[in-house]
């Protein structure tokens, strides 16, 4: 598992994706945060508030991220190097678990440079580092849980074809159903008898809680429980080769 992390991160920063996913979203996320008019412009809104960066940060995410994981697997049976991995003895537990670490370390430096926004809107504060922390680190908390969700889903997508692009849109797809479409499904008139559980199934529902400020171990679960669902799917998906 150690090999197939450190290989995964060589690959990574050896390559230009990485640095222009890093760049793509610290350069958006700055647009608007700082640039653009609008309600996410900080500036704009008089407030010494990051409510504008981690209500942009999913969204974003739910592109940058796919955009990390896609080549994981897909790149491997391309170039059928996925079958040399296989044979080499590590299970396949193992070799996605691995895969997926890299994955959430990658995001996890990705969103470390964002902290320079934090640090300016503590100083623009009145006095000066006036700012809600509690709600600021929960927020942190549930973009990291929420990346990681987004990658075992990316992650299982790459799993299931060769193709870098099939697997980018199939995981944007899923993303955004568990996120968003699973809260618009349930506000449907005819789904009423179930929109209490649906909207409880929603990415979004947990992150905004963790938004808060208020750690609540439930959401923690979910998060946890999510990821370990979408990587037991992958590797069901790998060890399919055997029947």
Excluded at 69 to 76: I, Q, W, Y
């Amino acid at each position: 598992m150690k090999s197939i992390f450190i290989r995964e991160m060589q690959n990574f920063f050896s390559s230009l994706t990485g640095y222009v996913i890093a760049i793509v979203f610290l350069v958006l996320t700055g647009l608007f945060l700082w640039v653009l008019p609008g309600y996410t412009n900080i500036l704009d809104s008089g407030y010494a508030t990051l409510d504008s960066l981690f209500l942009l940060a999913p969204w974003l995410f739910l592109f940058l991220v796919p955009a990390a994981t896609m080549r994981m697997f897909a790149d491997e049976k391309k170039a059928g190097t996925i079958e040399l991995i296989l044979t080499r003895p590590i299970s396949d537990t193992a070799l996605v678990v691995g895969k997926y670490l890299a994955s959430i370390v990658l995001v996890s430096i990705i969103l470390i440079p964002s902290l320079i926004f934090v640090y300016s809107v503590a100083k623009l504060g009145s006095p000066v580092g006036n700012l809600d922390w509690a709600a600021t680190w929960g927020s942190y908390i549930g973009l990291f849980f929420l990346a990681a969700a987004y990658a075992s889903i990316g992650i299982f997508t790459s799993s299931l074809t060769d193709n870098t692009i099939v697997a980018f849109l199939a995981s944007v797809a899923l993303s955004y159903l568990f996120y968003d479409g699973i809260v618009w499904f349930a506000e449907l008139q005819s789904m009423e008898w179930a929109r209490g559980v649906l909207i409880s199934l929603s990415i979004s529902e947990h992150y905004e809680s963790l938004s808060r400020g208020v750690i609540d171990s439930r959401d923690i679960l979910y998060f946890i429980s999510f990821s370990l669902v979408f990587l037991l799917l992958t590797r069901v998906k790998l060890e399919s080769r055997k029947w």
